[in-house]
């Protein structure tokens, strides 16, 4: 309290007499409005200090105890003429206020017993456990469909070839028990990179930073090896087939046409020689070509497109003679076949393949 | 530059996104170098991404004070002003949060008694549950508390 402020005396409308002094704190003024009838009014309430000195703090407020009267059958400013009858309504004064129909505590308890049943739900119902099963560690997860054992039935005699393989062309850097070398070449032992077939094909066949690719094995070879790498040194990723790596090199359907690995071997060769006599002259023993003259056909995207190939052959173009009448559909075929296969790493191309171009 | 002004968040979450994508494109390069994922971060990596962290929270705060309080504070009393839609989506937030507690319970007992969960998976559902805390005390914030401004904003260089 300000030790200056002797009194404060609050006085209502013009009143001469205070409704309340008040010396000392707290300065609580209960006023009952109830005494005062409806309408507005003021509060003057004056500080007298002890040197004598008066402030004035004056303020309006508006009393409001009585229910206001509502009329019905008569409006403001209604033209009306002989006799008017029009119902009052007033109000109760101090009517009791009604109590509402529901608790609010009856809310509370039923917002906390619904977020309860479905923290409840969440926290004991099967179907969460089973989500949480799901989520167990992907290092785990790998390591529990090891040692279950998943995919494609293995093929023993591909798993012992591709041993053998693994044997010769892997094992010095990958180490014979695939735990690899830290920090230079990657561990296969336990390597979930090697789920994905694909992947690990493309590796093998383009290799990858350090890695040489190993563009001669043939689909058996890579076959066995696979077969080998994902299900040894504690691997369990399934078995893989001729058909699943031709399917993976995206040369199914043509290496069907064509016929087996064997078939494919002869048809390159006999390919290598057909290009050796009509075509190395340009496109060159390699089939690298001659910038600005004859373009290269290894590594060439525009291989990947059979049709084009075969109807390249068939009808030349620009510079480049028609083969069609000097070459069967067989040669046409193996020379494709060796183009796009031995120089490049599309599939083989079918004699039906041909036949269906000319 | 206003208090809330949304200059500097903008910005912040612009190079949280370019550590971030820092970050994966050093991921994807030690990925072909070692010919295997890693599962362990370098410390490179570890750095840009607490960058990157520091840098989002910086700029998520920037932009949630402005949709709390507006670029510029104007002094006044604001009174809140609640809706139905605003309603639901509390009940639905809260549902939420009640089934994402739950689910986190689960996920320990399940720990302890069956085998290890995936700790990113807990992760995300803590961070969830955290997000959704925060976003029902933003809406609280903004739609059912009322708030009183008593200074105008001063105009500076340093933002919040």
Request: a negative charge.
């Amino acid at each position: 309290m300000n030790p200056q402020v002797e009194r404060i005396e609050v006085y209502v409308d013009d009143a001469t007499e205070p409704v309340q002094v008040l010396t000392q704190p707290p300065f609580k003024v209960r006023l009952d409005t109830r005494t005062l009838p409806d309408g507005e009014h003021a509060l003057r309430i004056v500080t007298v200090f002890k040197s004598g000195a008066k402030e004035e703090r004056r303020l309006t407020f508006f009393v409001d105890n009585l229910p206001d009267v509502a009329l019905e059958g008569l409006d403001e400013d209604q033209r009306v003429n002989g006799e008017v009858e029009f119902d009052v309504k007033v109000g109760e004064y101090q009517a009791p206020i009604e109590p509402g129909r529901t608790s609010p505590w009856l809310y509370v308890v039923a917002t906390v017993v619904v977020l309860f049943l479905v923290w409840l739900f969440f926290a004991v119902s099967p179907t969460s456990e089973e989500i949480a099963s799901q989520m167990a560690p992907s290092g785990g997860a790998t390591e529990e469909s090891v040692a279950q054992g998943s995919g494609a039935p293995v093929d023993q005699a591909l798993f012992d070839k591709g041993k053998d393989i693994y044997a010769q062309s892997c094992a010095a850097c990958h180490q014979a028990g695939g735990e690899g070398v830290p920090g230079a070449f990657p561990a296969l032992k336990g390597n979930k990179l090697l789920g994905d077939l694909k992947g690990t094909l493309t590796i093998i066949t383009e290799g990858k930073g350090g890695m040489p690719a190993f563009k001669d094995f043939s689909d058996e070879d890579l076959a066995a090896l696979l077969t080998y790498i994902r299900n040894d040194f504690g691997n369990s990723f399934g078995g893989v087939s001729v058909d699943d790596v031709k399917e993976a090199l995206g040369k199914g359907g043509s290496t069907a046409a064509a016929g087996g690995g064997e078939d494919l071997a002869a048809l390159i060769k006999t390919g290598e020689e057909v290009y050796a006599q009509n075509c190395a002259a340009c496109h060159q023993a390699g089939g690298e070509g001659i910038p600005g003259a004859f373009p290269a056909l290894k590594g060439n995207q525009n291989l990947k497109d059979k049709k084009l190939v075969i109807d390249r052959i068939l009808n030349g173009v620009g510079a480049m003679p028609p083969f069609g009448s000097s070459l069967d559909d067989a040669q046409v075929a193996a020379v494709a076949t060796y183009l796009r296969a031995k120089l490049n790493d599309f599939g083989p191309v079918s004699e039906s393949d041909v036949k269906a171009e000319r | 530059m206003y208090r809330n002004d949304t200059v500097l968040p903008f910005f912040a979450i612009l190079f949280s996104i370019a550590l971030f994508y820092a970050f994966r494109l050093d991921a994807i390069h030690l990925e072909q170098l070692a010919g295997e994922a890693k599962e362990e971060l370098t410390p490179g990596q570890i750095g840009l991404l607490a960058f990157s962290a520091v840098f989002l929270v910086y700029g998520l705060i920037g932009y949630f004070s402005t949709w709390l309080e507006g670029v510029e504070l104007r002094p006044g009393r604001h009174v809140p002003e609640p809706g139905a839609a605003v309603a639901v989506v509390s009940v639905l937030l809260a549902v939420v949060l009640a089934g994402l507690s739950g689910f986190f319970v689960r996920l320990l007992l399940h720990q302890m008694t069956v085998g290890p969960v995936s700790s990113a998976a807990q992760g995300v559902v803590f961070g969830s549950i955290m997000l959704v805390a925060a976003l029902l005390l933003a809406i609280y914030k903004k739609y059912y508390l009322g708030d009183e401004v008593l200074i105008e904003d001063e105009h500076s260089e340093v933002p919040w």
